[in-house]
């Protein structure tokens, strides 16, 4: 399988710098393959996962960091987001209810739809937490052979 790094980017935890990550994230897809309505949406989901990094394992701390890393292997973009917060149980990271009309809350849900899959694990230091979201695209050459 070919693997291609599209981007890492490195950036505080704070609300603040998701904007310039959201640019660098279109940047990075721009010839992946995607159309725009799925570029957008794989840009939503990655912010959604940012969010919820600085919200939820950082608690707000903006001296917190977050490593986002954008591959390419074949027939899928991998996003790798890692951070340095206390480790969580995956088992407790869950969407709330649809049904509960609020603000918020629906970044996990948002990235199950998105997503074609994710997992949480650790990272190889031991320490944080690693959300690894797949997404299955058109390799770039056949996108342009179909639209001929």
Not at 4 to 27: F, G, H, I, W, Y
Not at 74 to 93: H, M, Q, Y
């Amino acid at each position: 399988m070919s693997r291609n790094r599209l981007r890492t980017l490195r950036l505080k935890a704070s609300p603040e710098r998701l904007q310039e990550m959201r640019a660098e994230v279109t940047d990075a897809l721009d010839g992946a393959g995607l159309g725009d309505e799925d570029r957008r949406l794989l840009v939503l989901a990655v912010s959604e996962a940012c969010m919820n990094v600085i919200q939820h394992g950082y608690k707000g701390d903006p001296g917190g960091e977050i490593v986002l890393e954008i591959l390419h292997k074949s027939r899928f973009l991998e996003f790798r987001l890692t951070d340095f917060a206390e480790t969580v149980d995956p088992a407790t990271i869950k969407p709330r209810p649809l049904d509960e009309l609020r603000p918020g809350g629906l970044g996990v849900h948002f990235i199950r739809c998105v997503m074609d899959d994710y997992r949480y694990t650790v990272p190889a230091g031991g320490k944080g937490n690693l959300l690894i979201m797949r997404k299955r695209v058109k390799r770039v050459r056949e996108t342009a052979e179909n639209a001929m």
